[in-house]
């Protein structure tokens, strides 16, 4: 969930306006196990816990608070979409870097135009 929320705030936060952001938590689980219950009805296979890895990739991160979801797959169709996430991050950390008084008005603006 923290991977998908953090990807829907860099987004809206890229396009320059106010958004608001609405995250399902259903929806975030449902399309990581989505594999597993579309080949039910074929295989029979109610799925099984396969630890950090997903196929060849690995998608369960330990970070410094716990642990994030976060996999990389489908090949050259996402390349667009990884580049602008990649992005995204080097802005977001750059902009974290900044003084932390700037950032607490930035926020504030932000707040302030998503309001309205």
């Not at 609405?22 to 074929?42: L, T």
């Not at 296979?45 to 997903?54: E, F, M, Y």
């Not at 090949?75 to 996430?85: E, I």
Request: charged share 20%.
């Amino acid at each position: 969930m923290g991977a998908e929320t953090a990807f829907a705030v860099l987004t809206a936060l890229a396009s320059g306006s106010p958004h608001r952001i609405d995250i399902s938590m259903q929806e975030v689980v449902f399309v990581a196990n989505m594999v597993g219950v579309a080949s039910f009805p074929k295989t029979g296979h109610r799925g099984a816990r396969r630890g950090a890895n997903i196929g060849r990739t690995r998608e369960i991160w330990p970070c410094k608070d716990g642990w994030v979801s976060f996999g990389l797959r489908g090949g050259k169709a996402r390349v667009p979409s990884l580049t602008t996430l990649t992005r995204l991050i080097a802005e977001l950390t750059e902009y974290l870097q900044q003084d932390q008084n700037a950032i607490k008005a930035k926020i504030f603006q932000f707040n302030k135009r998503a309001r309205h």
